[in-house]
């Protein structure tokens, strides 16, 4: 399904090889991504979706910025149930330490709070932080919950958190104030020392994503 009234996006030039496309809202960038992925022109090098923007990069000795703004200017947003996306299930133990600080902050029960995450279809809207984490949204904001106000100096790799609209599975230890309410062992990186080639994410912008209880 096409997204009906959808904004028309502002295009800002990026050096000599990239564009840059303002969006009003994440809701936005997620169709507008889909739409771009669905049929890109020669010479486009990347496609890096942001909170709000899209940043479209190319090798101008390929294509010309006139072609790629034009390509982007006439790209209808989609709905995500137009393309087939990669789907990943993560396997998660719900043992996390503010697991029972989220369920009294929502007024809902651990167990509530298991199964609506668990539930839940995960779409990764971008990524960032640090490499292979990915911001994940759903269609609801059952979840939605702040930051905790103290991060935390270390939390340890393969956390799965909340944290505001977002989901998040942190690829390796690292500060970060989300709260946590459970753990995986899925690599989320590839850091030579696993089952995923260095340098690829086991998520990427697009990726659907399904948390399975452990």
């Given at each position: ?55 479209a ?39 996390g ?23 839940s ?33 270390k939390?340890?790799?393969g956390a ?55």
């Amino acid at each position: 399904m096409q997204l009906t009234g959808a904004p028309e996006p502002i295009l800002l030039p990026c050096g000599d090889g990239a564009v840059l496309a303002e969006l009003p809202n994440l809701q936005a960038v997620l169709g507008y991504y889909r739409g771009l992925s669905r049929s890109t022109p020669a010479g486009l090098l990347d496609l890096v979706p942001a909170a709000r923007t899209v940043l479209a990069t190319f090798d101008p000795d390929r294509v010309s910025v006139g072609t790629i703004r034009r390509w982007m200017l006439g790209t209808t947003p989609l709905q995500g149930s137009v393309l087939q996306a990669p789907e990943v299930v993560i396997d998660v133990r719900y043992d996390g330490p503010d697991l029972a600080v989220v369920a009294h902050h929502l007024g809902l029960t651990e167990a509530q709070v298991v199964n609506v995450h668990s539930s839940s279809l995960w779409t990764a809207a971008f990524t960032g932080f640090a490499p292979g984490f990915a911001y994940l949204v759903t269609d609801h904001e059952r979840l939605r919950v702040p930051r905790r106000n103290v991060p935390r100096t270390k939390v340890p790799a393969g956390a799965v958190a909340l944290g505001g609209e977002f989901s998040a599975i942190y690829p390796a230890a690292s500060p970060g104030g989300w709260q946590l309410i459970g753990h995986t062992d899925a690599a989320m990186w590839g850091s030579g020392n696993g089952p995923l080639t260095p340098g690829d994410a086991l998520i990427t912008p697009g990726t659907l994503v399904r948390f399975r209880e452990s």
